[in-house]
């Protein structure tokens, strides 16, 4: 079955024109330094979280976020510095350490953890959607497109993950007035 996602991405890209751009519009320029900085703090987040936890299928998760993570800012950072706009300040990098000498009160839980990866998940796919539906330039769509691509697929894979070890937050069912009850 094809990917949705890249026949879209597919179809925006034949309809790109080879004309000169006009400059990024604010909102165009906004989102892609918010998203650099996003990226680059949601990193800063998984190095963190790689520090803190032994837990081998959150270790996996947490390397491919954090790949995702550096990849897109990368190219956003590229995209932005070819368009003249300014780049966000990144935090340093965390030193590596070993998680069984972080203690106790200053530890994340796996459960924490992944929770902290699906939150920042969730809000790159809402900022990737709303960029890219935002953008009048046909490029920046499909930057935010392909990024949108990339964070819903992961984001999936990371549901299957929290369900499997009972980490998903579930909010509280709604039962409307007079539905018989279970």
């Known amino acids: 079955m094809p990917n949705p ?17 006009p400059p990024l519009h ?3 320029t906004y989102y892609c330094w918010l998203y650099t900085a996003t990226m680059n703090e949601a990193q800063n987040y ?30 956003m950072e590229d995209f932005l510095k070819k368009e003249g706009a ?13 998680p069984k000498d972080v203690p106790l009160g200053v530890k994340l839980t796996d459960g924490e953890i992944a929770n902290g990866i699906s939150v920042k998940t969730a809000y790159a796919v809402s ?18 497109s392909e990024f949108l691509a990339e964070k819903s697929l992961f984001g999936a894979e990371m ?9 998903i937050k579930v909010p509280p069912y709604y039962y409307p007035p007079g539905m018989p009850q279970k």
């Open 26 to 28: 604010v909102g165009e």
């Open 86 to 98: 300014p780049i966000p300040t990144v935090a340093e990098s965390k030193p590596n350490s070993n």
């Open 127 to 144: 900022l990737s959607a709303t960029a890219a539906a935002q953008a009048i330039r046909t490029d920046v769509s499909i930057i935010f």
């Open 46 to 75: 998984m190095l963190t979280a790689l520090n803190t936890t032994t837990d081998d299928e959150l270790l996996k998760v947490l390397k491919k976020s954090s790949e995702q993570c550096k990849s897109q800012a990368k190219q």
């Open 159 to 167: 549901k299957v993950l929290m369900r499997k070890r009972g980490w």
């Open 5 to 21: 996602f890249e026949a879209a991405i597919k179809l925006l890209k034949t309809m790109v024109d080879d004309e000169p751009k």
